[in-house]
């Protein structure tokens, strides 16, 4: 089956994109828990491929909710998959997944990065991406430089992390993973929803005809995000995708799954206190329902590149190569190969 944002397996326009959030936010839906953990269990059901395929494994609720499912129906569709685990030195992540994979019988491979493998990556995956990095002041619509240098920064860090996974599937002959990109947004996983949640808080996004900030916001703000998505991690993704030659599978991303999550009030997303562990509420219930063990159904989120520690091996090379900032560093690997 196609994803909710490709045709003819092309990804579809940012504006196509946009109108499609559109629609699913217009269209009238009532959930609850049993009724998202169900659409849950139908898309990754539906997404299992015939052939062996992969996870992109971080120990995280997404991954380990997706890797406990597949898990599931192993059995029902004799089918087999692999973990796969990107780590800088001692990263937490791979630390952690090694334990849920054990602990929950799952087949795992971790790719160990030393720092000159993350260097190698990096300038390749700025080359596949080409990303830009710009001076502060460079760019006279965007003065500080800050949007577009901290949307591929972290587009550096998050693409080495799927290209070291990749190639190392390729080994064996793994061309297709479960991905869990869209449950931050549907779920409401980052600092923006419960800043969204906070009337209090000076940094909350303000939206259209809305004066006070309350727990009404963080839907709306999961809704811009997943407009966002297209620009921010769609278009990233799929390039690698088409330059590595692998496909993407997004059980979260899936239309029914999105209705589900988005028709949940915010109160079941995020609690007031903005701590980690009480963002994405209702997936971590879920999870821990199905049977995942507490430890990871609520561990602490982080972003692919801080768990990884790839974002630490990216200060490293910036150190040694004589630079105060990451963004000097990448734009000298930008602008060098």
């Known amino acids: 089956m196609e994803e909710l944002f490709v045709k003819n397996n092309t990804l579809i326009a940012q504006k196509d994109w946009e109108a499609t959030i559109k ?3 217009e269209t009238k839906y009532s959930s609850n828990q049993n009724k998202l953990k169900e659409a849950l269990l139908t898309a990754v059901k539906n997404r299992i491929p015939k052939e062996r395929f ?9 991954s380990t909710t997706i890797a406990f499912l597949c898990n599931t129906f192993k059995k029902e569709f004799k089918i087999d998959f692999i973990c796969y685990t990107v780590g800088y030195n001692n990263a937490e992540d791979v630390i952690v997944a090694q334990k849920a994979a054990k602990q929950l019988g799952f087949k795992i491979k971790v790719i160990k990065l030393e ?4 260097e190698k990556i990096l300038k390749k995956v700025i080359k596949l991406l080409d990303l ?3 001076a502060k002041g460079s760019d006279k619509n965007d003065p500080t430089g800050s949007y577009q240098n901290i949307t591929n ?30 449950s931050e947004e549907i779920f409401a996983g980052y600092q923006r929803h419960a ?39 769609l278009l990233r993704d799929c390039t690698l995708a088409k330059k590595l030659k692998f496909a993407a599978l997004t059980p979260y991303l899936d239309r029914g799954v999105i209705l589900n999550a988005m028709a949940i009030g915010g109160k079941e997303k995020i609690d007031s206190s903005g701590d980690n562990a009480n963002k994405k509420l209702i997936l971590r219930k879920i999870s821990e329902s199905l049977g995942i063990p507490k430890e990871f159904a609520w561990r602490k989120k982080k972003a692919a590149q801080y768990g990884s520690a790839v974002d630490k ?4 090379l910036a150190k040694n190569s004589g630079f105060k900032y990451k963004l000097e560093y990448l734009m000298y690997l930008a602008n060098k190969y």
Do not use: P
């Not at 720092?115 to 993350?118: E, I, K, P």
């Not at 909350?204 to 916001?217: F, G, L, P, S, W």
């Not at 091996?313 to 490293?316: D, M, N, P, Q």
């Open 23 to 25: 629609k699913l936010k």
């Open 54 to 62: 992969g996870i992109f494994f971080s120990g995280g609720v997404d």
């Open 115 to 118: 720092l000159n493998d993350v």
């Open 132 to 134: 830009k990095f710009s």
């Open 153 to 182: 920064i972290v587009a550096a860090g998050v693409a080495t992390v799927v290209y070291a996974a990749v190639k190392e599937a390729k080994k064996d002959k793994i061309d297709v993973f479960f991905s869990g990109l869209g």
């Open 195 to 233: 800043d969204a949640g906070n009337k209090y808080t000076a940094t909350a996004t303000k939206h259209e005809n809305e004066d006070t900030y309350n727990v009404d916001n963080i839907n709306e703000e999961c809704w811009q995000g997943l407009k966002k998505m297209w620009a921010r991690d």
């Open 313 to 316: 091996a990216l200060e490293k």
